[in-house]
T-cell receptor, first 114, second 114 residues
């Protein structure tokens, strides 16, 4: 079975600070995909980033970056120079190759204060 | 990608009544799913909407309570039947597009049962 854990329930930072959201996953499958989604107060889920199990290269995309480490089953997400508009609930999710549905973590509520 | 229109965006309903939520996609998609997000919680998969056949329900969800239709490759409905206050949640439609790994979500239906 698959499982996603986000140990941080809530995080508060002051605008312009960097913030890292932690995600730990469990799966026995060798092929899988990891995602981060953002859910602003309006409710929709917005896709942010994706990583597949064969590519551990960490990347930066604008103010977003992620650190994927298979050795520790972690897929952490960093927002650099946070802004008030980044305030939302962030979900880490896992999808295995053969399955079609996603397993979501419990979410981390990020509050960026002005 | 896919553009998903979900209706209604929110509703307040009396207990014992039923509400049908619509999900319209701007292109044909292979997979459509319905999720429930209870207040302050993560997303839980209700069922996979199968085109031309009965939906596939996850453990804890039954057809009598959550009947689903999918008459074609671009449209699905979820009905929440005989509602109680415990059904107050955000209900989200999700689709998978062939060749794209991430899932796309509708804006959600925020349901309050009084």
């Amino acid at each position: 079975a698959q499982k996603v854990t986000q140990a941080q329930t809530e995080i508060s930072v002051v605008e312009k600070e960097d913030v890292t959201l932690d995600c730990v996953y469990e799966t026995r499958d060798t092929t899988y995909y990891l995602f981060w989604y953002k859910q602003p107060p309006s409710g929709e889920l917005v896709f942010l980033i994706r990583r597949n199990s064969f590519d551990e290269q960490n990347e930066i995309s604008g103010r977003y970056s992620w650190n994927f480490q298979k050795s520790t089953s972690s897929f952490n997400f960093t927002i650099t120079a946070s802004q008030v508009v980044d305030s939302a609930v962030y979900f880490c999710a896992l999808r295995v190759d053969y399955g079609q549905n996603f397993v979501f973590g419990p979410g981390t509520r990020l509050s960026v204060l002005p | 990608s896919a553009v998903i229109s979900q209706k209604p965006s929110r509703d307040i309903c009396q207990r014992g009544t039923s509400l049908t939520i619509q999900c319209q996609v701007d292109s044909q998609v292979t997979m459509m799913f319905w999720y429930r997000q209870q207040p302050g919680q993560s997303l839980t998969l209700i069922a996979t909407a199968n085109q031309g056949s009965e939906a596939t329900y996850e453990s804890g969800f039954v057809i009598d309570k959550f009947p689903i239709s999918r008459p074609n490759l671009t449209f699905s409905t979820l009905t929440v039947s005989n509602m109680s206050p415990e059904d107050s949640s955000i209900y989200l439609c999700s689709v998978h597009v062939a060749g794209i790994t991430e899932a796309f979500f509708g804006q959600g239906t925020r349901l309050t049962v009084v």
